[in-house]
């Protein structure tokens, strides 16, 4: 079984620019999430879609950052305009059904660099 | 104080060594309690879940007190490939997001 893909691995763009990064979730996974861990810090929650529903976003930290999930199959989530601080690593997540298991399984991560 | 507190390390041990690592979290609420496994560079995997009346998979035992808030992992006879940073995570309940403790490193050397 395929897990969670990320695309881009890697990304440097500047400061100003637009950035989308994408997430394929384990097929079936009803539950998608996105993190994020920038330099020196934890790994933090940003948003939970429940399909193509935003269950929770409470962890997005500005308006700068747009997250969709169309038709509840990949995700995508926009930086427009990136700033220096939203450098780290952007970690997805797929669950199935909550309730049946809170086990969230991760895919490797876009490296994102603002300059 | 933060949700989810680990000892950052490193804890460096020899090869056959058994190492514990502690984890306290602040919101008594949490319905779930995993420890996750970080290697360098990588993204978090599932390690196990913690449950209450404790859990074993091969050389990892994992205990949960609910009434002291504090989660432990043990692992027995480590193995160079040990060697990773051991993250504890908290499903605080609601809707299912997880929080992260900042991890402990383990180092193990022959």
């Known amino acids: 079984e395929a897990g969670v893909t990320q695309f881009p691995s890697h990304s440097v763009i500047e400061k100003g620019q637009t950035v989308t990064l994408r997430c394929d979730p384990i097929?079936?996974?009803?539950?998608l999430y996105w993190y994020r861990r920038v330099m020196g810090k934890e790994i933090k929650f940003l948003l939970h879609?429940?399909?193509?529903?935003?269950?929770?976003e409470s962890g997005m930290p500005n308006n700068r950052f747009l997250a969709e999930r169309t038709g509840g199959t990949y995700s995508t989530l926009k930086v427009q305009p990136a700033e220096l601080e939203d450098s780290g690593v952007y970690f997805c997540?797929?669950?199935?059904?909550?309730?049946?298991?809170?086990?969230?399984?991760f895919g490797p991560g876009t490296r994102l660099t603002v300059t | 104080r933060k949700e989810v507190e680990q000892d950052p390390g490193p804890f460096n041990v020899p090869e056959g060594a058994t190492v514990a690592f502690n984890c306290t979290y602040s919101?008594?609420?949490?319905?779930?309690f995993f420890w996750y496994r970080q290697d360098c560079r990588k993204e978090p995997k599932l390690l196990m879940s913690?449950?209450?009346s404790g859990n074993e998979d091969g050389r990892f035992t994992a205990q949960l007190n609910r009434a002291s808030q504090y989660i432990s992992l043990l692992i027995r006879d480590s193995k160079l490939s040990d060697s990773a940073t051991y993250l504890c995570?908290?499903?605080?309940?609601?809707?299912?997001?997880?929080?992260f403790g900042a991890g402990t490193r383990l180092a193990v050397h022959p």
């Open positions: 997540a797929s669950s199935p059904i909550p309730g049946v298991s809170y086990e969230q399984y």
């Open positions: 097929s079936g996974h009803d539950n």
């Open positions: 879609f429940v399909k193509e529903s935003k269950q929770d």
């Open positions: 919101n008594s609420a949490s319905q779930s």
């Open positions: 913690v449950y209450s």
């Open positions: 995570v908290v499903n605080p309940g609601g809707y299912n997001k997880l929080i």
